[in-house]
C-alpha cells in the first residue's frame, strides 16, 4: 500500500479547505469567503483501494497580528513539517506578498512539492504569470491548474499526488473522514455560519465551545457556546430580537443533522469573554492538538 501526509498550504483564502473537502468528497473543513477561517490542523482522510492519503489542512500563512494569530501561524508553520509531500496553493485570482512568504518558507522544506493553481474557473491571466514566477522561485515544475470548487483538474493533481507517495502502513480505519472528533466538527459548523452571517471583527473575535451532547434515541441535543468579546459584539451576534443567533441556529442544525445523520436540538449561548484571542488558558484549549 501507499501512503502518505500531505501538507496544504498556502496564503489565506486560495481555497485550501474547499480542495481538500474536494479530495475526500465530504465536508470535512469548513469554507468562506472571509480569511481565516481555518483554525486548526485538520486532517482528512481519503482511502482508496491501494493508497491512503492524509490531507493536512491548515490555517493561511500570514503575518500574525495578535496572540490567536500567532498561534495560528505557528500551527501553520509547523505543519509543513514531516510530510511526504507538500501542496502549495495560490490563487489565480491574486498573488500578494502572503503567497510570497509562503513561497519563503517552502523553499526550506526537504520536502517535494506540488504546485497548485487553483480558481482557473475566474482565472486572471496576469496572475497566472505571476504564479508561474513563484513556482519557478522554488524550482517547482510540477504545476496544476484547477479548480477546487468546480472539481476541474483535481483528478489529475490526485493522480499525481499518488503516483509520489512511499510504500507505507494504512494510518487510519478506512471509514474514517477526519481525525478530529463530533464535537470539534460541531463546532466548526457553527463556527462556518458565524463567518457566513456576521461581518467585520465579529467572526474573529468569536470561539464556539460544545457543552454538552445528550444522545437520545431519535435526537441528539447539542448545547453550544459561542464567545465574542464585547458586549456590543454580543448584542449583533443575537441581532434584532435575536434574529441573528437563531439563523446561526437553523443553517448550523441543518449540516450537524447531516454530519450526524439524526435529528438535532441545538441549543445556541451567546456568552461575552474579554480579550479572550489573547486569553492563553482559552486558546490552550482551542490549540491543545496542535500543541501536543
Ligand atoms: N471561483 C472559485 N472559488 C473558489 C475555488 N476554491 C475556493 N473558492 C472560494 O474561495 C473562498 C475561500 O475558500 P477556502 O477553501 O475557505 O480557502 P482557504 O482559506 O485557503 O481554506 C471560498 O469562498 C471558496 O468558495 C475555486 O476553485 N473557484
Ligand atoms: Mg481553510
Known sequence: ??????????????????????????????????????????????????????????????????????????????????????????SATRIGSADRIVAQKIKELKTPVIGVVNKIDIANESYLKEARSIFDYLSVTDVFEISAIQNKGTNELLGRIKSMLPEGPQYYPEEMITDRPTVFMISEIIREKIFELTHEEIP????????????????????????????????????????????????????????????VFLSLHVKVKTNWTEDEKMLGRMFREELG
Request: proline share 3%; glycine share 8%.
Open 1 to 90: 500500500m501507499r501512503s502518505g501526509f500531505v501538507c496544504v498550504a498556502g496564503a489565506p483564502s486560495v481555497g485550501k479547505s474547499t480542495l481538500v473537502n474536494a479530495f475526500v468528497g465530504e465536508k470535512v473543513s469548513i469554507v468562506s469567503q472571509k480569511p481565516g477561517t481555518t483554525r486548526n490542523r485538520i486532517n482528512a482522510i481519503l482511502t482508496l483501494s491501494d493508497t491512503q492519503i492524509i490531507f493536512v489542512d491548515t490555517p493561511g500563512i500570514h503575518k500574525p497580528f495578535h496572540r490567536m494569530g500567532r498561534y495560528l501561524f505557528k500551527i501553520a508553520i509547523s505543519a509543513l513539517d514531516g510530510n511526504d509531500l507538500v501542496l502549495f496553493v495560490v
Open 204 to 263: 474573529y473575535s468569536s470561539a464556539v465551545e460544545i457543552d454538552q451532547m445528550e444522545e437520545d434515541e431519535n435526537i441528539t441535543k447539542v448545547y453550544a457556546t459561542i464567545f465574542v468579546e464585547k458586549d456590543s459584539q454580543r448584542a449583533i451576534m443575537l441581532g434584532k430580537g435575536g434574529k441573528m443567533i437563531k439563523q446561526i441556529g437553523i443553517l448550523s442544525r441543518k449540516d450537524i443533522e447531516y454530519l450526524l445523520d439524526k435529528h
